[in-house]
């Protein structure tokens, strides 16, 4: 198995709820993509989402986008983030990695080439966001073949079809976006999220993460009294603009601990 069903399994005999950050690899800059996923876990991060940078991330809003954008500039591609997922598990072994982006990259030098660079590089699962899953029983069986999980987002609009068909070929952990729309695109409303959660538990038996609008430590206790892990991506790219590159680590770890402690109750 991959590193997150063993990473989900710790956090329910702690009692604690999964604290999931994303970057997008290569922003601000290519040196500092590792140093920040180790920011992220000094800071509390339980799960690190690696964002693939793509010139067309329909799922983004503009803060994302910008991060792209940034990444690409450098010229960041797929081998460049499985490069950064390797330098990073030379001194951290035990903590989730999942790489998210979109199909062209993977389909461009192929699912099975895809697939053993994740595996070789020390990934534990992807999300694809335009791979549905109707479309992806066979992906989805090489990557469990291969320990790697193939993780499913679910949408305040997703029907009991689409639901049913996740909790088939999922794996890992179910991500729910919050918001109709892209990232960052507004507030969340809670007592909507514990109905949606609801219902997809009836379905689902796998963890279940909430993401798009988490901004602040309020938000996140909310959520957390309903999912088993809260997610949280452009807040933190916002994090990086405002500090600027120089400071980006340290005002990402200490962003992401008052996010933990917030969880924590602390």
């Given at each position: 198995m991959s590193r997150i069903e063993p990473t989900f399994a710790a956090l329910r005999e702690q009692n604690k709820t999964g604290l999931v950050t994303?970057?997008?690899?290569?922003?601000?800059?290519?040196?500092?993509?590792?140093?920040?996923?180790h920011a992220l876990v000094e800071g509390g991060a339980d799960v690190?989402?690696?964002?693939?940078?793509?010139?067309?991330?329909m799922a983004e809003g503009p803060v994302i986008q910008r991060a792209c954008e940034r990444a690409l500039k450098f010229g960041i591609g797929l081998q460049d983030v499985f490069g950064f997922v390797r330098e990073f598990?030379?001194?951290?072994?035990?903590?989730?990695?999942?790489?998210?982006?979109?199909?062209?990259p993977i389909e461009r030098i192929g699912p099975e080439e895809f697939i053993r660079c994740a595996k070789e590089a020390g990934a534990d699962g992807a999300i694809v966001v335009d791979y549905p899953p109707e479309e992806c029983e066979a992906f989805a069986e090489a990557m469990r073949a291969n320990d790697l999980d193939l993780i499913f987002l679910l949408a305040p609009t997703s029907t009991t079809q689409r639901i049913q068909q996740v909790a088939r070929y999922g794996s890992g952990f179910?991500?729910?976006?919050?918001?109709?729309?892209?990232t960052g695109a507004g507030s969340i409303d809670t007592e909507d999220v514990a109905r949606r959660v609801a219902a997809i538990r009836e379905h689902v038996r796998l963890p279940i993460g909430v993401g798009f609008g988490i901004r602040d430590g309020q938000t996140a206790k909310a959520v957390a009294s309903v999912a088993d892990a809260v997610v949280i991506g452009s807040r933190i790219i916002q994090e990086i603009e405002n500090?600027?590159?120089a400071a980006a680590v340290p005002a990402v770890r200490d962003f992401v601990g008052g996010i933990r402690a917030a969880l924590d109750g602390a």
């Open positions: 994303f970057i997008t690899a290569g922003d601000p800059g290519p040196d500092l993509t590792v140093p920040l996923m690190l989402e690696l964002g693939v940078p793509f010139s067309d991330p598990r030379k001194t951290n072994a035990t903590t989730p990695v999942v790489l998210m982006g979109y199909a062209n179910s991500y729910y976006v919050s918001l109709k729309g892209v500090a600027g590159a």
